[in-house]
């Protein structure tokens, strides 16, 4: 492994601080999508954090292996990083009108055994980036599928984060150039730590506020 699975634990963090863990749908060195989670690492508001699990360490799912004591230890890693955070972040490219196979992977890992799983009750939000015209949106609608079969309590679609066109929308060195979409992924992590203190108290979780 010549990357670190997480760029920060969440015990690194002020224990005040909600502390998210991002992770993207591309192992692609120059990805958009690992672009936008720096950017949401650089934009995340007061009193949140954001560390960034590599699913480049994250093996093919085989039920054999889904076992105590013989789980890959990348596996145990991963679920482990999922229970400790308080908030899921995941940027998602689109392939073939879904979500990637590497990210489908990952969450079919982390959604098991039954009943045990650290991403039932999770609170979590969405975001894509693409080369192409639509945005994510499908691969996006397909990962809100999974995670309600995974028990996670997916943000409501307000704001979305659809970038289309990404090579417009950032720079050569990967930084999200567009004020627009710097806006967005801001109130999407206002958004996000807003829903979690709200299930967090048990309150009814109402729409974040329409942007456009
Ligand atoms: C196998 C494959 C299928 C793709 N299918 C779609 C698609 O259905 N819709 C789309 O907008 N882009 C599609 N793309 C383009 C990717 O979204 C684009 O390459 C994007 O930049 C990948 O995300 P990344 O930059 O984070 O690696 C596809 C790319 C690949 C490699």
């Known amino acids: ?21 991002g992770f993207a749908g591309s192992l692609r060195q ?7 989670l720096r950017a ?17 360490h994250i093996p093919l799912y085989n039920a054999d292996l889904d076992q105590d004591g013989i789980r890959p230890p990348a596996i145990e890693l991963f679920k482990q990083a999922i229970a400790k955070a308080d908030a899921l972040l995941i940027a998602t490219p ?16 982390a959604s098991r055994p039954a009943g045990r799983s650290p991403m039932s009750g999770k609170p979590a939000a969405m975001m894509g980036a693409t080369g192409g ?6 691969a996006q609608d397909d990962l809100r599928n999974v995670l309600t079969s995974t028990g996670s309590h997916v943000m409501l679609r307000r704001p979305e984060i659809l970038i289309a066109q990404a090579p417009q929308k950032f ?16 109130q999407l992590l206002v958004g996000l730590r807003d829903w979690t203190l709200r299930l967090r108290a048990g309150e009814p979780v109402p729409a974040a506020a329409p942007t456009r």
């Open 1 to 21: 492994m010549n990357t670190p699975l997480v760029t920060q634990e969440a015990d690194q963090f002020a224990p005040q601080e909600l502390h998210v863990l």
């Open 30 to 36: 120059n990805s958009y999508n690992r672009a936008l």
């Open 40 to 56: 949401a690492q650089e934009l995340m508001p007061d009193g949140m954090s954001l560390s960034i699990f590599d699913l480049s």
């Open 94 to 109: 689109e392939y073939n009108h879904s979500m990637p196979g590497v990210l489908k992977n990952a969450l079919d890992w």
């Open 133 to 138: 015209l639509w945005g994510t949106i499908r």
């Open 171 to 186: 720079d050569e060195q990967g930084r999200l150039t567009d004020d627009t979409t710097r806006t967005l992924v801001t």
